[in-house]
C-alpha cells in the first residue's frame, strides 16, 4: 500500500506535519474513490478472486475513503469555526486570546484520524490552560475516541469483561479502544445511573 501523506491523518512517522488545506483533503477523497471504483473492477475481472478476498479488500478501502471523509469534514467545520470565533474571549471572568492551532489524533469508527484545530489560550494564568472551539462545537472529548466508537465499547462491557469488550470490538473497527479506556468510560456512564432510573420513574408516574 502506498505511503500515507501527513493530511490523509494517519499516524506515521516521518511525515510532514503540517496543517491541510481543505483542497488538499477534498483531492484526498475523489483520489480514493477513484482508487476504490478501479479496485472493484479490478477485482471483478480477475478469475481468482473470491468473494471473501474482494469482501476484505472493499474493507480496507471503504475504511481509507471514510477516514479521508471524516479529516474533509474536520477540516471544513474547523474553518466554519475558526470564522465565527472572535481573537478575544471572556468567559466566567476568565480571558482567552487565539493561539496557533495544535493537532491531534482521533479515533474513529474507522480508525485514527489527525486534525487541527485553533487553540484558545488563557490569559494571565500560570496553568496556562484554554480549550478549542472546534471540539467544543462538535462534542468531541479529551479522551480522543469519537463518542460513537466509546459508546459501543461501553455497551459490550455491560455483557462481557473489559477485555473481552475491546477484543470484540476490534472484530469490527480498526482501532478499539484499550480495555482501561473502556473501564473509565464504563464507570464514568454509571455515575449518572442513579440519576437516571430515578427522572424515568418521575417520567412514568407523571403519564399515569
Known amino acids: 500500500m502506498a505511503a500515507i501523506s501527513a493530511f490523509r491523518l494517519i499516524r506515521n512517522s516521518g511525515v510532514d506535519e503540517r496543517r491541510p488545506l481543505a483542497v488538499e483533503v477534498e483531492r484526498d477523497v475523489r483520489e480514493r474513490t477513484e482508487a476504490l ?11 481468482g478472486m473470491s468473494f471473501k478476498a474482494f469482501e476484505r479488500l472493499l474493507v480496507d478501502e471503504v475504511m481509507g475513503l471514510a477516514r479521508a471523509t471524516v479529516v474533509l469534514f474536520l477540516v471544513l467545520a474547523e474553518e466554519r469555526v475558526a470564522r ?3 481573537a478575544r474571549v471572556e468567559r466566567g471572568g476568565r480571558v482567552f486570546r487565539v493561539a496557533p492551532a495544535q493537532a491531534r489524533n482521533l479515533n474513529t469508527m474507522f480508525g485514527m484520524v489527525r486534525y487541527w484545530r485553533t ?39 455491560t455483557k462481557l469483561s ?13 482501532t478499539a479502544p484499550s480495555p482501561e479506556v473502556i473501564a473509565h468510560a464504563v ?8 440519576e437516571w432510573f430515578y427522572s424515568r420513574r418521575l417520567a412514568e408516574a407523571a403519564e399515569k
Open 162 to 174: 473489559f477485555v473481552e469488550a475491546q477484543t470484540t470490538l476490534s472484530w469490527f473497527v480498526p
Open 37 to 47: 471504483l478501479v479496485a472493484v473492477a479490478r477485482a471483478a475481472s480477475s478469475e
Open 119 to 157: 487553540y484558545m489560550r488563557e490569559v494571565k494564568s500560570n496553568a496556562r490552560r484554554g480549550f478549542h472551539p472546534l471540539d467544543v462545537a462538535l462534542g468531541l472529548t479529551a479522551d480522543k475516541i469519537s463518542m460513537t466508537l466509546l459508546a459501543l465499547g461501553v455497551r459490550l462491557a
Open 187 to 194: 464507570l464514568g456512564f454509571g455515575r449518572h445511573t442513579a
Open 84 to 86: 465565527s470565533t472572535p
